[in-house]
């Protein structure tokens, strides 16, 4: 991976680790993120965004789908962001059987073993070029066991097991060349779930 002393201090906006599920055709999948934000601060009116990049398997199925999940992880869960956060879906179809999880009351894949979950439901997007900001209003909330602290960004990096160093790094720097070679936001807007 690329880094310098100003991308060092943008680090410090990381959200905590968390896995974005979601489901389309039948097919329910998930990957991770440190890319989450409260995006108010009603609680009547609940909700979160989350940049995901263009290239994911879950980008098209929540475009598609018009809803995502927020799976908070805690620091026992390692493995999940492993599973989940290392190869994508179009590699391996089945990455979600690696984890206990049920559909939600809005049918979104909701982690069993997650501290909380969220439910969301897209109100809204914005396009960056190399992602999708996906603003989510919050329909159904999950509360599952309390399982020792959540699982931070710092702390991930300051945990990462030894062998999936070159991986992680890797997968970074790959993310970084398409990105630096798609900045230039698309007009592309949202404009409801598609057909099933
Ligand atoms: C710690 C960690 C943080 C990540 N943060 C992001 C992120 O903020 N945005 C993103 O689009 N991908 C992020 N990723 C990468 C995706 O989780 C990963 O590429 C995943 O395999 C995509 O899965 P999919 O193609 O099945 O959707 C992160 C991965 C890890 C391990």
């Avoid at 999940?69 to 869960?77: D, P, R, S, V, W």
Wanted: aromatic share 10%; hydrophobic share 40%; with cysteine.
């Amino acid at each position: 991976m690329k880094t310098d002393p100003a991308y060092e201090l943008l680090r410090l906006f990381t959200s905590p680790i968390i896995a974005v599920t979601s489901s389309w055709q039948g097919r329910a999948n998930g990957m991770i993120s440190d890319a989450v934000m409260r995006a108010s601060i009603s609680p009547n009116v609940p909700r979160l965004s989350v940049y995901i990049h263009k290239w994911h398997a879950s980008h098209d199925m929540i475009w598609n789908s018009g809803k995502f999940g927020i799976n908070l992880l805690h620091q026992g869960q390692l493995q999940v962001v492993h599973d989940l956060g290392f190869v994508s879906a179009r590699e391996r179809l089945t990455k979600l059987d690696q984890v206990r999880w049920k559909p939600g009351e809005t049918g979104v894949p909701v982690l069993l073993d997650a501290p909380a979950a969220f439910e969301c439901r897209v109100v809204n997007t914005m396009d960056t070029g190399y992602s999708t900001c996906f603003l989510g209003h919050v329909d159904a909330v999950y509360h599952g066991p309390k399982m020792g602290e959540v699982m931070t960004a710092p702390w991930f990096r300051a945990n990462l097991p030894p062998e999936w160093q070159e991986a992680w790094l890797a997968n970074y720097r790959k993310a970084q060349d398409v990105i630096e070679a798609n900045q230039v936001p698309e007009d592309r807007r949202w404009t409801g779930p598609a057909r099933a």
